[in-house]
């Protein structure tokens, strides 16, 4: 026999409402009606009528199948029956409100799993550096961060925020530009001195270069000073699918490369790098802006907001590589 639907049958023959459908505010007005000695008062203090207080009366004894109030002299009073639902009603009550208080306070509090996504090595340099902090500000917090070359669904990946490379961030997100991503070519000393430096784009063709795989261009694209833009066929002899590894390949030697500056400001700075041609800029499809991207459902989650807090104090007014440059 299905019990299940035998019940929900009767529930809608005889016109009955599951108990949750009506106990809380007939729990109020039989504790209104108690305190205060007569319906209409109760109604009077719940902003209602006497006809909607004495039919949750009704309602709430035939659902308990016990008489709660009855009259004395001319005030209603609780039965033995009341008394005791009296004082459980009341505690249940006061649970209800108590947890709608803690809930407000948790409104606002970051907690729960916070999944963020970045490439690999911006994540690395700028991104995991600010869970530690974020972590101990927020013991209700949990981190999970996702580091990726590839590029992740908001949705299907459940990720909170995702810090993409590009130059139009997608449509159907919230996108906020937390910097400016500029490239240039760089090389090391020792492999200038061996090969010497090119002084125009068009020299760049007698040069090894080093090659980021993930790419389906296997060409320079590079703007000059005055706007022109030169497409130049690549004689990479290493191609990487790392932005670390061909950093790596640029320090020891093994060609010119084009690098992300935040990446190798401080490589810059102690001489182990020199920047090749730098009125020259090079057009990637990585895009020039890094972005914190995040569903619409996400833009009030206090723990995406303490992320972007994060981001902005990292990154605002200026970005890491250019107080480095400044140093």
Known sequence: ????????????????????????????????????????????????????????????????GARLLERSTRRLRPTPAGEVFLQ??????DSVAATHIALGQQAGRPQGVLRVSATITFGRIHVAPLLPP???????????????DQLVDLVQDQIDLALRMTRSPPQDAVARRIAGIERAIFAAPAYLAAHGAPASVAELARHQTLSYLLTDDDHWRLQDAGGAEHRLPSSSRLRLNST???????????????????????????????????????????????????????????????????????????PPWQRFDQA
Not at 4 to 14: E, I, K, N, V
Request: hydrophobic share 50%; charged share 15%.
């Open 134 to 148: 974020l972590l101990a500000a927020h013991p209700q917090l949990v981190c999970e961060l996702i580091l990726t």
């Open 88 to 93: 459980h009603a009341r505690q249940a009550l």
């Open 1 to 64: 026999m299905n019990l299940r639907g035998t019940a929900s049958s009767s529930l809608r023959a005889t016109g009955a409402a599951p108990p949750e459908a009506f106990w809380l505010p007939s729990w109020h007005a039989f504790i209104k009606t108690v305190e205060l000695g007569s319906m209409a008062a109760a109604a009077r203090a719940l902003d209602c009528t006497r006809a909607q207080v004495s039919r949750q009366m009704a309602e709430l004894e035939a659902h308990l």
């Open 244 to 318: 670390d590894a061909l950093l790596d390949a640029a320090l020891a030697g093994l060609g010119l490369a084009i690098l992300p500056v935040y990446l190798v400001a401080p490589h810059v700075a102690a001489g182990r790098l020199q920047a090749v041609l730098p009125q020259v800029q090079p057009v990637t499809p990585h895009g020039n802006a890094i972005y914190a991207c995040y569903t619409p459902s996400r833009v009030r989650s206090p723990k995406v907001r303490v992320l972007l807090d994060a981001l902005r104090e990292r990154f605002e007014p200026l």
